[in-house]
């Protein structure tokens, strides 16, 4: 699986975690939690679809060096953006922050399920 694919499937993953855990909040506490919930889901999911675009996206003439400023900046500006979503997320919604921090979190495993179902698929191509 190539690197925008796999970014591709984190993204969706942790889309279809953050809306199962909203659907179980807003279910179970109301639309305040499912909400907030959301908004940890996008807290996970913004910065992820940033970082790809910044050191995911190539042009032919880049050099090694190039490759990877792209990634240290995708990262930093990953972390810049998941604390100001957060920053954000803890105005709107104190009173609601562990649906927030919850499905954050749980999106957060997305890249280790990823991880794993390339890990598998690997293991499987051999035979």
């Not at 972390?79 to 957060?86: C, D, N, Q, S, W």
Request: with cysteine; net charge positive.
């Amino acid at each position: 699986m190539s690197g925008p694919a796999q970014a591709r499937a984190v993204c969706l993953a942790q889309l279809g975690i953050a809306a199962l855990i909203a659907a179980a909040c807003g279910g179970y506490y109301g639309v305040s939690h499912a909400v907030a919930s959301l908004w940890g889901g996008l807290t996970a999911i913004l910065p992820t679809v940033y970082f790809a675009w910044r050191a995911l996206v190539r042009r032919p003439q880049e050099t090694p060096t190039d490759v990877v400023g792209a990634v240290f900046r995708g990262e930093i500006g990953k972390i810049g953006l998941t604390a100001v979503l957060f920053w954000v997320g803890v105005m709107l919604f104190a009173g609601q922050f562990l649906a927030l921090l919850v499905t954050f979190a749980a999106c957060q495993l997305a890249w280790w399920l990823v991880l794993a179902r390339v890990g598998f698929d690997k293991r499987n191509d051999g035979n």
